[in-house]
Protein backbone atom coordinates (compact mmCIF):
# COMPACT_ATOMS: atom_id res chain seq x y z
CA UNK A 1 0.00 0.00 0.00
CA UNK A 2 1.51 3.37 -0.42
CA UNK A 3 3.34 5.33 2.31
CA UNK A 4 4.74 8.61 3.18
CA UNK A 5 7.69 9.90 4.75
CA UNK A 6 9.04 13.02 5.80
CA UNK A 7 12.33 13.84 5.67
CA UNK A 8 14.18 17.53 6.41
CA UNK A 9 16.14 19.67 9.18
CA UNK A 10 14.55 19.28 12.37
CA UNK A 11 15.74 22.96 13.27
CA UNK A 12 15.18 26.05 11.43
CA UNK A 13 16.95 29.46 12.65
CA UNK A 14 14.12 32.04 12.93
CA UNK A 15 13.71 34.54 9.59
CA UNK A 16 15.36 31.60 7.17
CA UNK A 17 13.30 28.87 5.38
CA UNK A 18 11.93 25.41 6.36
CA UNK A 19 12.57 22.91 3.46
CA UNK A 20 11.04 19.22 3.99
CA UNK A 21 10.51 16.66 1.44
CA UNK A 22 7.41 14.05 1.00
CA UNK A 23 8.72 10.45 -0.68
CA UNK A 24 5.78 8.19 -1.81
CA UNK A 25 6.57 4.75 -1.97
CA UNK A 26 4.22 1.81 -2.69
CA UNK A 27 2.62 3.58 -5.44
CA UNK A 28 3.41 6.70 -8.05
CA UNK A 29 2.28 9.99 -7.54
CA UNK A 30 2.18 10.43 -10.86
CA UNK A 31 -1.83 9.64 -10.23
CA UNK A 32 -4.96 11.88 -11.80
CA UNK A 33 -6.91 10.56 -8.88
CA UNK A 34 -4.98 12.50 -5.96
CA UNK A 35 -3.70 15.96 -4.76
CA UNK A 36 -0.37 15.52 -2.39
CA UNK A 37 -1.15 17.64 0.98
CA UNK A 38 0.98 19.30 3.67
CA UNK A 39 -0.51 19.78 6.83
CA UNK A 40 0.75 20.59 10.42
CA UNK A 41 0.43 20.40 14.38
CA UNK A 42 1.71 22.51 17.14
CA UNK A 43 2.66 20.48 20.52
CA UNK A 44 -0.87 20.38 22.09
CA UNK A 45 -2.81 21.56 19.34
CA UNK A 46 -5.18 20.85 16.68
CA UNK A 47 -4.32 20.41 12.68
CA UNK A 48 -3.83 22.79 10.11
CA UNK A 49 -3.79 22.12 6.48
CA UNK A 50 -1.06 24.46 4.63
CA UNK A 51 -2.06 23.66 1.07
CA UNK A 52 -1.91 20.73 -1.76
CA UNK A 53 0.08 20.26 -5.27
CA UNK A 54 -1.00 18.41 -8.05
CA UNK A 55 0.92 15.89 -9.92
CA UNK A 56 0.81 18.56 -12.36
CA UNK A 57 2.50 21.35 -10.18
CA UNK A 58 -0.77 22.84 -9.49
CA UNK A 59 -0.92 23.99 -6.30
CA UNK A 60 -3.56 25.90 -3.53
CA UNK A 61 -2.36 27.20 -0.67
CA UNK A 62 -4.07 28.17 2.75
CA UNK A 63 -5.12 31.87 2.65
CA UNK A 64 -3.17 32.46 6.09
CA UNK A 65 0.00 31.11 4.86
CA UNK A 66 0.25 31.89 1.11
CA UNK A 67 2.54 34.51 1.46
CA UNK A 68 5.01 32.27 2.61
CA UNK A 69 4.57 29.06 1.07
CA UNK A 70 5.83 26.88 -2.00
CA UNK A 71 5.21 23.23 -2.97
CA UNK A 72 7.04 21.53 -5.77
CA UNK A 73 6.77 18.10 -7.27
CA UNK A 74 9.23 16.24 -8.59
CA UNK A 75 7.63 12.60 -10.19
CA UNK A 76 10.68 10.95 -11.50
CA UNK A 77 11.90 10.45 -7.33
CA UNK A 78 8.35 10.26 -6.42
CA UNK A 79 8.66 13.38 -4.10
CA UNK A 80 7.17 16.86 -3.09
CA UNK A 81 8.07 19.19 -1.17
CA UNK A 82 7.42 22.25 1.23
CA UNK A 83 9.23 25.25 1.71
CA UNK A 84 7.79 27.78 4.37
CA UNK A 85 9.97 31.35 4.52
CA UNK A 86 10.24 34.17 7.18
CA UNK A 87 9.59 31.53 9.71
CA UNK A 88 9.00 32.12 13.35
CA UNK A 89 8.45 30.39 16.82
CA UNK A 90 4.82 30.16 15.69
CA UNK A 91 5.87 27.89 12.84
CA UNK A 92 6.73 25.16 15.17
CA UNK A 93 5.38 21.99 15.01
CA UNK A 94 4.87 18.28 13.51
CA UNK A 95 4.87 18.89 9.35
CA UNK A 96 2.77 15.61 8.33
CA UNK A 97 2.66 15.42 4.22
CA UNK A 98 -0.71 13.12 3.27
CA UNK A 99 -2.38 12.14 0.24
CA UNK A 100 -5.29 13.66 -0.74
CA UNK A 101 -8.80 13.24 -2.11
CA UNK A 102 -10.70 15.72 -4.24
CA UNK A 103 -13.94 16.47 -4.94
CA UNK A 104 -13.64 18.32 -8.28
CA UNK A 105 -10.38 20.46 -7.04
CA UNK A 106 -11.53 20.69 -3.23
CA UNK A 107 -10.37 18.41 -0.62
CA UNK A 108 -12.52 15.43 0.40
CA UNK A 109 -9.92 13.40 2.97
CA UNK A 110 -6.60 12.35 3.92
CA UNK A 111 -4.92 8.99 3.74
CA UNK A 112 -2.65 7.57 4.27
CA UNK A 113 -0.57 10.17 6.07
CA UNK A 114 3.30 10.31 6.59
CA UNK A 115 4.28 9.67 10.49
CA UNK A 116 5.58 13.56 10.27
CA UNK A 117 8.33 15.19 11.23
CA UNK A 118 9.46 17.56 14.17
CA UNK A 119 10.28 21.06 13.11
CA UNK A 120 11.50 23.47 15.48
CA UNK A 121 11.96 26.89 14.88
CA UNK A 122 14.74 28.35 17.12
CA UNK A 123 18.14 30.36 17.45
CA UNK B 1 -10.44 29.20 17.43
CA UNK B 2 -11.08 26.44 14.91
CA UNK B 3 -13.79 27.54 12.20
CA UNK B 4 -15.35 24.12 13.35
CA UNK B 5 -16.76 23.32 16.87
CA UNK B 6 -16.13 20.15 18.31
CA UNK B 7 -16.53 19.65 22.22
CA UNK B 8 -13.04 19.58 24.07
CA UNK B 9 -13.37 16.05 26.01
CA UNK B 10 -16.30 13.24 26.10
CA UNK B 11 -15.51 9.94 28.23
CA UNK B 12 -17.48 6.63 28.31
CA UNK B 13 -17.45 3.16 30.24
CA UNK B 14 -15.84 0.28 27.91
CA UNK B 15 -18.35 -1.25 25.99
CA UNK B 16 -20.45 1.68 26.04
CA UNK B 17 -21.28 4.19 23.27
CA UNK B 18 -20.07 7.89 22.56
CA UNK B 19 -20.86 10.76 20.02
CA UNK B 20 -18.31 13.51 19.15
CA UNK B 21 -20.12 16.48 17.54
CA UNK B 22 -18.56 18.82 15.11
CA UNK B 23 -20.27 21.78 14.24
CA UNK B 24 -19.96 24.23 10.96
CA UNK B 25 -22.12 26.36 9.00
CA UNK B 26 -23.00 26.69 5.75
CA UNK B 27 -19.73 28.06 4.37
CA UNK B 28 -18.00 24.56 5.45
CA UNK B 29 -20.22 21.53 6.60
CA UNK B 30 -23.26 22.58 4.94
CA UNK B 31 -21.84 22.22 1.42
CA UNK B 32 -18.87 20.11 1.41
CA UNK B 33 -17.90 16.35 3.03
CA UNK B 34 -16.74 15.94 6.45
CA UNK B 35 -14.41 13.41 7.44
CA UNK B 36 -12.72 11.99 10.65
CA UNK B 37 -9.64 11.50 12.05
CA UNK B 38 -7.88 9.65 14.91
CA UNK B 39 -5.21 10.22 16.54
CA UNK B 40 -3.91 7.82 19.16
CA UNK B 41 -0.71 9.45 21.09
CA UNK B 42 2.15 10.00 20.10
CA UNK B 43 1.24 9.19 16.55
CA UNK B 44 0.19 10.58 13.02
CA UNK B 45 -4.20 11.29 12.33
CA UNK B 46 -5.54 8.06 10.84
CA UNK B 47 -8.68 8.29 8.29
CA UNK B 48 -11.55 6.94 10.05
CA UNK B 49 -14.50 8.24 8.04
CA UNK B 50 -14.61 10.11 4.68
CA UNK B 51 -17.24 11.30 2.72
CA UNK B 52 -19.38 11.86 5.97
CA UNK B 53 -20.06 8.33 6.28
CA UNK B 54 -18.06 5.83 4.62
CA UNK B 55 -15.03 3.96 6.79
CA UNK B 56 -12.16 3.23 4.90
CA UNK B 57 -11.25 -0.69 4.14
CA UNK B 58 -9.92 -1.74 7.66
CA UNK B 59 -12.00 0.29 9.94
CA UNK B 60 -14.72 -1.59 11.93
CA UNK B 61 -18.10 -0.93 11.66
CA UNK B 62 -18.21 0.34 15.46
CA UNK B 63 -17.25 3.79 13.62
CA UNK B 64 -20.09 5.78 12.22
CA UNK B 65 -20.41 8.99 10.72
CA UNK B 66 -23.43 11.18 10.27
CA UNK B 67 -23.82 14.47 8.70
CA UNK B 68 -27.36 16.89 9.33
CA UNK B 69 -27.48 20.30 8.11
CA UNK B 70 -24.22 22.17 9.66
CA UNK B 71 -23.57 19.73 11.98
CA UNK B 72 -21.75 16.28 11.70
CA UNK B 73 -21.12 13.21 14.12
CA UNK B 74 -18.91 10.42 14.94
CA UNK B 75 -19.93 7.69 16.63
CA UNK B 76 -18.45 4.75 18.74
CA UNK B 77 -20.00 1.69 19.70
CA UNK B 78 -18.47 -0.82 22.28
CA UNK B 79 -15.83 1.57 23.35
CA UNK B 80 -12.40 -0.17 23.98
CA UNK B 81 -9.82 0.80 26.10
CA UNK B 82 -7.64 1.24 22.59
CA UNK B 83 -10.14 3.61 21.03
CA UNK B 84 -9.16 6.54 23.22
CA UNK B 85 -7.75 8.97 21.40
CA UNK B 86 -7.85 12.51 20.24
CA UNK B 87 -10.76 12.82 16.94
CA UNK B 88 -10.95 15.48 14.55
CA UNK B 89 -13.59 16.32 11.97
CA UNK B 90 -12.60 18.45 9.09
CA UNK B 91 -14.17 20.00 5.94
CA UNK B 92 -13.68 22.99 3.07
CA UNK B 93 -14.63 26.40 3.86
CA UNK B 94 -15.20 28.67 1.74
CA UNK B 95 -12.46 31.07 3.08
CA UNK B 96 -10.62 28.83 0.22
CA UNK B 97 -9.06 26.00 2.97
CA UNK B 98 -9.40 22.68 4.66
CA UNK B 99 -10.62 23.37 7.98
CA UNK B 100 -10.18 20.89 10.90
CA UNK B 101 -12.35 21.25 14.32
CA UNK B 102 -10.12 21.78 17.11
CA UNK B 103 -10.40 18.09 18.21
CA UNK B 104 -11.83 15.93 20.64
CA UNK B 105 -10.26 13.62 23.44
CA UNK B 106 -11.83 10.58 24.35
CA UNK B 107 -11.17 8.67 27.34
CA UNK B 108 -12.37 5.36 28.08
CA UNK B 109 -13.23 5.17 31.87
Known amino acids: QVQLQESGPGLVKPSQTLSLTCTVS??????????WSWIRQPAGKGLEWIGHIYTSGSTKYSPSLKSRVTMSVDTSKNQFSLKLSSVTAADTAVYYC???????????????WGQGTLVTVSS | QSVLTQPPSVSAAPGQKVTISCSGS????????VSWYQQLPGTAPKLLIS???KRPSGIPDRFSGSKSGTSATLGITGLQTGDEADYYCGTWDSSLSFVFGGGTKLTVL
Open chain 1, 98 to 112: AREAIFGVVPRWFDP
Open chain 1, 26 to 35: GGSINTSRFF
Open chain 2, 26 to 33: SSNIGNNY
Open chain 2, 51 to 53: DNN
